[in-house]
């Protein structure tokens, strides 16, 4: 089933006979999912299951739901948030849909945003951990990309981030819902980090803030957005933002959250001509490049604009003639910021 018909039925967008019997049908498996989750969790929760401490200290950056949170910029900040406190510091991730190079999509972004800071992917973050402790021994930090459920790993921080405009993923575990585990996990973060809370009415940020407190009341709450900061250009030119803001363009991206980023283009007053979507992790193939020339053709358009996570995929002669650019997100912090700098200053 492709990502956004599943999105439509989950959601409840799609109505229908059909639609309900698959909901009803997803539930049950959400059911057997959710029992499954638990059980696991307790064991750890019981020390059944162990969790292995590693050399370095960990921070560890994850989500509830099944991506969109918006997880790379908060990975990035804080990395090199602690490179600035004076940490020797690495990232770490499983290394979901590696590219034929064995990188994948997130790992080419934080590149470019972690200048200096050397990464390791290793589905056994334990093991990863070792292997980069093992390859450079002066080491402190390690900064663990989508880890809340790997419980194999002990960490000295847990941040948790939960997306303002879908907090709850459709209110249901998988796959009925994007809920990796129960909202209870929740009490097991050290900081928990509202993300995108310029796009929801400040009553629903309040009930969002009273829901969270409900779950864990005494964990602190960071309140976050991101911020358009300029354009990255497929020949590695840095433009303002005034230089593709006003303009008609043609967009495309391959994230969790695709929605977000067409309220971003908005947000910037980019007018979009065309909007497609592709399943998160996307790698560009050929017939997917002719279709956005051909996209590009209808829509008389010569900007193509994306995320920064679809661009570093995209072959840099791939649309000669014509303007492919990267928006460029910063993480924006409203409320909260003073507790997580003095979190990450503890580690120091």
């Given amino acids: 089933m492709a990502a956004d018909a599943f999105l439509s039925i989950i959601s409840g967008k799609q109505r229908g006979p059909l639609a309900s019997s698959l909901r009803g049908l997803l539930r049950l498996m959400s059911f057997v999912y959710g029992i499954v989750v638990s059980v696991r969790n307790w064991l750890f929760d019981s020390?059944?299951?162990k969790s292995y401490a590693v050399p370095v200290k960990v921070i560890s950056i994850g989500n509830l739901t099944t991506g969109g949170t918006g997880k790379t910029p908060v990975v990035a900040e804080i990395a090199n948030q602690l490179t600035q406190d004076g940490l020797k510091t690495g990232l770490l991730s499983r290394g979901y849909h590696s590219l034929e190079s064995g990188e994948n999509d997130e790992k080419l972004v934080l590149d470019r945003l972690c200048p200096g800071i050397s990464q390791w992917q290793n589905p056994d973050r334990v093991a990863g951990a070792n292997q980069a402790k093992v390859e450079q021994p002066e080491?402190?930090?390690?900064?663990?990309?989508d880890a809340f459920q790997h419980r194999r790993i002990e960490r000295d921080l847990d941040i948790v981030l939960i997306?303002?405009?879908?907090?709850?993923?459709y209110g249901y575990q998988l796959p009925r819902g994007l809920l990796r585990e129960s909202r209870r996990g929740l009490q097991r973060a050290d900081?928990?980090?509202?993300?995108r809370?310029?796009?929801i009415s400040e009553l629903e940020l309040s009930k969002l803030k009273q829901e969270i407190k409900t779950i864990t009341p005494d964990h602190p709450v960071v309140v976050s957005r991101f911020v358009a900061s300029g354009w990255l250009t497929l020949d590695g030119r840095q433009l303002p933002l005034e230089e593709i803001t006003y303009s008609t363009v043609t967009?495309?991206?391959g994230i969790g959250n695709p929605e977000s980023f067409r309220n971003t283009l908005t947000a910037v007053n980019c007018f979009v001509k065309s909007f497609l979507g592709f399943p998160d992790h996307h790698h560009y193939d050929e017939k997917d490049l002719q279709s956005l020339t051909n996209k590009m053709q209808q829509d008389q358009?010569?900007?193509l604009v994306m995320t920064l996570k679809d661009l570093v995929k995209i072959p840099t002669?791939?649309?000669?003639g014509r303007t492919v650019a990267a928006l460029l997100i910063e993480w924006d912090i409203l409320e909260g910021e003073a507790t997580l700098i003095e979190r990450l200053s503890a580690l120091a």
Avoid: H, M, R, S
């Fill in 197 to 199: 809370a310029d796009l």
């Fill in 301 to 303: 358009t010569e900007t």
């Fill in 317 to 320: 002669d791939a649309f000669p």
């Fill in 163 to 169: 997306d303002a405009t879908n907090p709850w993923g």
């Fill in 191 to 195: 900081v928990i980090v509202i993300t």
């Fill in 251 to 253: 967009a495309c991206c």
């Fill in 139 to 145: 080491l402190d930090a390690l900064v663990l990309d």
């Fill in 47 to 49: 020390d059944l299951k």
